[in-house]
């Protein structure tokens, strides 16, 4: 394949190819809808058939939210929730960390509290419980007179643990991460990646299984007439939490899920729930939330309490209704992220030199460990390095002779299932996961055998190229590239896995003019003119303390470059205006 505009490296490294897509099919989709050819062409690019193609554009609940019982034990775990409904019975919610856990862990807290139970929860301490369900905090549950324990994003993987709740009280499980066979001994396990379950749901996070368990909750106590003299609950209300744990836990935006984000960004919009509103603020996300909003503004902050602060207490802004509250949550959040950003940076160059020689030597995975390494940024730091080497890639801190870590993947390489298999083959004490991410733990003298199993696992990621490829969906001029353009593309939103955000090239541009902006700085705003002057466009390069990309801009002017970048509609006092937010350059 011809590499665009013969970019085989681009500045940073990367070879442009064009994204596959079906002229034809393109040229059906656009004739059908009304649209310009090029949304056409991006439609068929993804894969999306004609018929589907309005679907695409306008997803709605109404035609993609499947039926709940299609879930394995999703009836049996309806059913005992209304009965729990209708007797007013005390709850606990046992809940992850994580942005995907923190938010299941709020939507089944708030559904089953505005249908009348009491409700505890317990989010565990990543240093002090790790992951999952632990004996001790069970019991304490059951102590507080909980008589139906709801384990969310956790719990697949913890048979022995939940098997002591027998008798003492029923254990409902919503999660999502990949089964090992064993189920847990309990009342239900609704799972789309069990590996019995034939709903096709795979792609569902927690937080939107457990979106589907009140749904399928409240058909059943509207079958038997529960809602004649009590008020329905608003199901869309909790669309916001489901938006945002899907983007986080980087679930493919395709199918239902695509509806559940659209929506739910839509309810995010309207600032209802006050702890999102704050986070909002310290997050000065002043436009309309987006995927990126989610992903780059909120989602961080929240993870960062389950890293290195006080585990529950996103959860605490999540279920805050207060607003003075909320917002003094939030500002303690933004600061606990802003201390994760120092523990993360002073990782992860030590981390990076250790990958690179890895990579050099030819590694599938890249896995490295260091003594006073902080457990709660591993996770992060295993994403730059990936990122970075185009590798899967795990990083684990050493403490006491154990070594616990976590991993990030490429699209291709279930890394989940790798370590499973590891776990199963006797080299982990604990491990789990799903295809893009992964945690683990096992003693420090395994590292090596650990290494090993991965790398034979997922061999074929040493073919991988040291630069992912930059996939390009369209060539554009500068006088092309205009609001009415930039607001049909904005119509494939919401962007991220599964559905990335449309990149374009714009040939032998010229950079007139750059400065940097923005509070601190960081981001570099140029003006940019076409092959033979004329029309003028403003580009910008966000996150560009240093780099190459922004050596470049803020170098001498003038000189031809490819730019590819993602076309930006705003408004400006009233007038549409377009910009290109630049992803990658090239010598022209």
């Known amino acids: 394949?011809?590499?665009?505009?013969?970019?085989?490296?681009?500045?940073?490294?990367?070879?442009?190819?064009?994204?596959?897509?079906?002229?034809?099919?393109?040229?059906?989709?656009?004739?059908?809808?009304?649209?310009?050819?090029?949304?056409?062409?991006?439609?068929?690019?993804?894969?999306?058939?004609?018929?589907?193609?309005?679907?695409?554009?306008?997803?709605?609940?109404?035609?993609?939210?499947?039926?709940?019982?299609?879930?394995?034990?999703?009836?049996?775990?309806?059913?005992?929730?209304?009965?729990?409904?209708?007797?007013?019975?005390?709850?606990?919610?046992?809940?992850?960390?994580?942005?995907?856990?923190?938010?299941s862990t709020a939507l089944v807290v708030t559904f089953l509290r505005d249908l009348g139970c009491a409700v505890h929860f317990h989010v565990p301490d990543r240093s002090t419980e790790g992951y999952g369900p632990n004996a001790p905090a069970l019991e304490s549950l059951v102590a507080r007179g909980a008589s139906l324990i709801v384990c969310v994003d956790c719990g697949t993987a913890a048979a022995d643990v939940l098997a002591r709740m027998h008798n003492r009280a029923d254990v409902i499980v919503l999660d999502h991460h990949k089964s090992e066979g064993v189920l847990p001994p309990v009342l239900a396990t609704v799972n789309p990646n069990r590996l019995d379950c034939r709903s096709g749901l795979h792609a569902l996070c927690a937080t939107g299984v457990a979106f589907l368990t009140a749904v399928a909750t409240v058909r059943e106590l509207r079958r038997s007439g529960y809602f004649l003299g009590h008020p329905e609950p608003d199901l869309l209300a909790l669309l916001d939490l489901v938006a945002l744990a899907t983007v986080c836990d980087v679930m493919p935006l395709t199918g239902v899920n695509r509806a559940l984000v659209r929506q739910g960004l839509r309810v995010m919009a309207r600032r209802a729930r006050p702890g999102i509103a704050a986070l909002l603020d310290v997050a000065q996300a002043h436009d309309s939330p987006s995927a990126a909003t989610c992903g780059f503004g909120l989602g961080p902050r929240i993870n960062a309490a389950g890293r290195i602060g006080e585990s529950q207490l996103g959860l605490r802004l999540l279920l805050c209704e207060d607003p003075a509250e909320a917002h003094e949550l939030a500002a303690l959040l933004d600061g606990i992220n802003r201390q994760r950003q120092q523990v993360e940076g002073a990782i992860l160059e030590v981390a990076l030199a250790a990958a690179a020689e890895q990579a050099e030597n030819g590694n599938p995975v890249l896995l490295v460990a260091r003594e006073q390494w902080h457990p709660g940024v591993v996770g992060i730091v295993a994403g730059r390095i990936k990122e970075r080497y185009n590798r899967p890639a795990c990083v684990a801190a050493l403490a006491g002779g154990v070594a616990k870590g976590s991993g990030r993947s490429v699209v291709g390489f279930d890394l989940g299932a790798a370590v499973i298999a590891a776990r199963q083959a006797g080299i982990l004490t604990a491990g789990g996961g799903h295809a893009m991410a992964a945690g683990f733990a096992l003693d420090q003298a395994g590292l090596g055998e650990l290494h090993a199993f991965l790398n034979e696992r997922l061999a074929a990621a040493a073919s991988l190229p040291s630069s992912a490829d930059l996939v390009v969906e369209g060539a554009l001029t500068v006088p092309g590239i205009t609001p009415e353009l930039a607001q049909h593309v904005a119509r494939l939103a919401p962007f991220g896995n599964g559905n990335e955000e449309p990149v374009f090239v714009v040939s032998h541009a010229r950079v007139v003019r750059s400065d940097r902006v923005g509070r601190d700085g960081s981001t570099i705003r140029a003006i940019i003119e076409g092959e033979g002057g004329g029309a003028r466009l403003k580009a910008l390069l966000f996150r560009a303390r240093d780099g190459v990309l922004a050596e470049y801009l803020l170098g001498p002017a003038g000189t031809p470059v490819h730019l590819a970048g993602h076309l930006r509609a705003e408004d400006w006092n009233g007038s549409p205006q377009v910009g290109l937010v630049l992803t990658d350059a090239a010598a022209a």
């Open 1 to 103: 394949m011809q590499p665009v505009l013969g970019v085989a490296r681009s500045l940073t490294g990367r070879r442009w190819l064009w994204r596959a897509g079906e002229d034809r099919v393109g040229l059906g989709i656009a004739q059908r809808l009304g649209v310009p050819e090029i949304i056409g062409r991006l439609l068929a690019g993804r894969g999306i058939e004609i018929e589907s193609a309005i679907h695409f554009l306008e997803p709605t609940l109404r035609v993609l939210l499947p039926d709940p019982s299609t879930l394995t034990d999703m009836n049996e775990a309806a059913e005992r929730l209304a009965f729990a409904i209708r007797r007013r019975e005390t709850v606990a919610v046992f809940g992850d960390y994580d942005v995907d856990g923190t938010c």
